[in-house]
C-alpha cells in the first residue's frame, strides 16, 4: 500500500479517537486492505503518539480464543500496543473519553528481563517474568458499530482502550495458569467465568506468540513492559455507573468502576 494511503487511514483512525465519533469499516473504504497493511496503519499511530510525548509500557493481545478467531476466520492472535496513560490505578473509567467500551478479565505479565532471540517457549516467558497481576482491559473500537473484520481491529491498535491492573503481584511459577479460574461481575451480579485455558490453552503461550510474531518486525518485549494476555471470557459493553469485579483464583480481586 502506498504510503500516503497508510497515513490517511491512520489520521482517520486518530481523527475519531479525538472526536468520539466512530468511523466506516477500513475494509469497506478499501477492500484491498492486507494484514501488513492494517499493522503499518496502526504503526504510525503509535509513532505519532510517541512523537506527542506518549510513553509505551507495553503490549496487549488479543483475538486469543478459539471461538473468536473462528468468528472473524483467522488463526492466530492480534496485538496492540499500551501507552502509560491508559492505565487507570485507581479503577475509575471516565465513560465520556470512550466510543463504544467493553471490558474483559485478564492475567497481565510484567517483564523483569528483555524476550529475545527466536523460537521463545513458555518457558522463556516464565523465566522473563517478574510476576503476573490480574487485570481488566477495557477495549474500545473506533470502528462504528464495533463492525470490525481482523484487519479492521489491527488498524485500530487491536481495538485498544485503557487497562486496570490488580494488587497482587504472583510469581508465574507458583500457579497453573491454565487452571486460574475467574469469575466478573457486574453491578455485584455474576455474568461471566472463565478459565486461562481460554488464552491459547495458557496465557504464558500467548505471551511467547506475542514475542516471536513481534520479532519478525525487530521488536523485542522489553523489562519492565505490561503485557495483557487475553480476555477468560466474552467482554460485556460498559455504560456510565456500572461497576465490575473480576475474581480470579490466586491472583486476587480487580475492580472497575465507569463514571
Not at 56 to 69: P, Y
Not at 155 to 173: Q, V
Request: with cysteine.
Amino acid at each position: 500500500m502506498r504510503e500516503d494511503s497508510i497515513v490517511s487511514f491512520a489520521s482517520l483512525l486518530y481523527d475519531a479517537a479525538a472526536t468520539k465519533i466512530a468511523v466506516r469499516p477500513l475494509t469497506e473504504l478499501d477492500g484491498n486492505l492486507s494484514i501488513d497493511d492494517a499493522y503499518a496503519i496502526q504503526l504510525k499511530n503509535v509513532e505519532r503518539a510517541i512523537k506527542e510525548g506518549k510513553k509505551i509500557s507495553g503490549k496487549k493481545i488479543g483475538l486469543t480464543s478459539e471461538g473468536i478467531q473462528k468468528q472473524l476466520g483467522v488463526n492466530e492472535p492480534d496485538y496492540g500496543h499500551l501507552f502509560t496513560d491508559m492505565e487507570y490505578p485507581d479503577g475509575k473509567i471516565p465513560r465520556g473519553g470512550f466510543l463504544q467500551p467493553k471490558i474483559e478479565a485478564e492475567i497481565a505479565f510484567v517483564l523483569k528481563a528483555d524476550l529475545t532471540g527466536g523460537n521463545i517457549t513458555r518457558e522463556d516467558v516464565l523465566d522473563a517474568t517478574d510476576y503476573v497481576i490480574g487485570a481488566f482491559e477495557i477495549v474500545d473500537s473506533r470502528v462504528a458499530d464495533w463492525k470490525i473484520k481482523l484487519i479492521d481491529t489491527v488498524a485500530d491498535n487491536a481495538s485498544s482502550g485503557c487497562y486496570i491492573l490488580g494488587s497482587e503481584k504472583i510469581n508465574p511459577r507458583e500457579l497453573c495458569l491454565p487452571d486460574v479460574g475467574m469469575e466478573l461481575y457486574k453491578n455485584g451480579e455474576l455474568i461471566g467465568q472463565g478459565t486461562g485455558a481460554a488464552v491459547l490453552g495458557d496465557p504464558s503461550i500467548a505471551v511467547a506468540w506475542l514475542a516471536n510474531r513481534l520479532l519478525g518486525y525487530g521488536v523485542t518485549l522489553k523489562k519492565g513492559e505490561v503485557i495483557l494476555s487475553g480476555a477468560f471470557s466474552a467482554a460485556p459493553a460498559a455504560e456510565k455507573g456500572d461497576v465490575f469485579e473480576a475474581r480470579f483464583t490466586g491472583l486476587g480481586e480487580v475492580k472497575a468502576e465507569f463514571i
